[in-house]
């Protein structure tokens, strides 16, 4: 049982479809903490996001088993990672959280390294993917996405990041955030705590089939871009001024041309290629809008970020 002065370290796990890995997740978590940072109390928050197979099973097995140690927050649908992850810590209680996948892909053992740079004074300690063993496809996303991302947040690693640890501040301040569509990652550097970097190899995929489909890549990298930078609206803007002043250039050349007497074009075939490139441009720009506003819509409308159906903890557990 927990005692009043003794500090706490949460751990909190997103688990989506992870029957297969989640007990020895939290296998390796336990061995970890019992031989690195015995000192503090643990507590590990396992938060099911809807999963479709056995999962919420197995974790309310692991309960049965550590249930001064384990919290199980079931959620009523699947939400995404990062509302899973609000919904753990809005549950977790320690005075440092850090959160990891249950995919086995994380390494575990890096935790002992991250609670030493939070004793030594660290708001947020970022295990970042220097390097993951992923298919050719997953590799060119990320390093992608977080290209564009690094241009917003020069601080963002190159291979993007899930596994970290806050401290309670840096978690207090994220649980003020509003908005449905957000980038996390972006959110957690902007606050600008002192900040420390670990690098590691991210392993490939052992048991079942990532539920990061190809859909919630492409929102993903869609929030990455909307919410992280102003790119969108001055590449916009950009065109239009690009697009007036080619105009201009051409309406000159037209009326020289009419001036001395020459058509330079024949047909109506230029025409339509103006025609259907403007066209084309007015009605991406307007698609960049209507993200824009569905995004605010969506926030007014405050609805809850997730519904929490079912909480099981031990209720004696201070």
Not at 162 to 190: E, I, M, P, T
Request: overall charge neutral; proline content about 3%.
């Amino acid at each position: 049982m927990t005692t009043y002065l003794q500090k706490i370290v949460s751990v909190v796990v997103p688990v989506f479809c992870n029957q297969e890995t989640i007990e020895e997740t939290c296998l390796q978590i336990f061995d970890i903490h019992q031989k690195n940072f015995l000192q503090y109390s643990l507590e590990i928050v396992l938060v099911d996001d809807g999963s479709s197979d056995d999962s919420y099973k197995r974790l309310l097995s692991i309960y049965d088993r550590f249930s001064e140690r384990v919290v199980v927050v079931k959620l009523s649908r699947n939400f995404g990672q990062l509302f899973a992850i609000l919904a753990g810590y809005g549950v977790a209680k320690g005075d440092a959280i850090i959160t990891i996948s249950a995919d086995l892909q994380d390494p575990v053992y890096l935790m002992a390294d991250m609670v030493a740079y939070w004793e030594q004074g660290n708001e947020i300690v970022v295990a970042y993917r220097q390097g993951r063993e992923d298919d050719i496809a997953a590799r060119l996303f990320s390093r992608v996405a977080y290209s564009i991302a690094k241009k917003a947040n020069p601080n963002m690693p190159i291979g993007g990041f899930d596994y970290l640890l806050l401290s309670r501040k840096a978690v207090n301040l994220l649980k003020v955030f509003h908005g449905r569509h957000r980038f996390f990652q972006g959110d957690v550097l902007w606050l600008g705590l002192k900040t420390v970097f670990v690098p590691y190899l991210r392993k490939k995929r052992g048991f079942g089939k990532s539920g990061w489909s190809f859909s919630k890549k492409l929102k993903y990298f869609i929030d990455l871009i909307l919410d992280s930078s102003y790119l969108p609206i001055r590449m916009m803007s950009a065109i239009g001024v690009i697009t007036a002043l080619t105009g201009c250039i051409y309406a000159i050349a037209i009326i020289y041309s009419w001036l001395v007497n020459k058509t330079p074009f024949q047909g109506w075939a230029p025409l339509m290629i103006i025609v259907l490139l403007i066209g084309g441009m007015i009605m991406t720009m307007l698609g960049v809008i209507g993200e824009y506003l569905w995004r605010i819509y969506d926030d007014v409308r405050e609805r809850p970020m997730y519904i929490t159906e079912k909480i099981t903890c031990d209720e004696n557990v201070e």
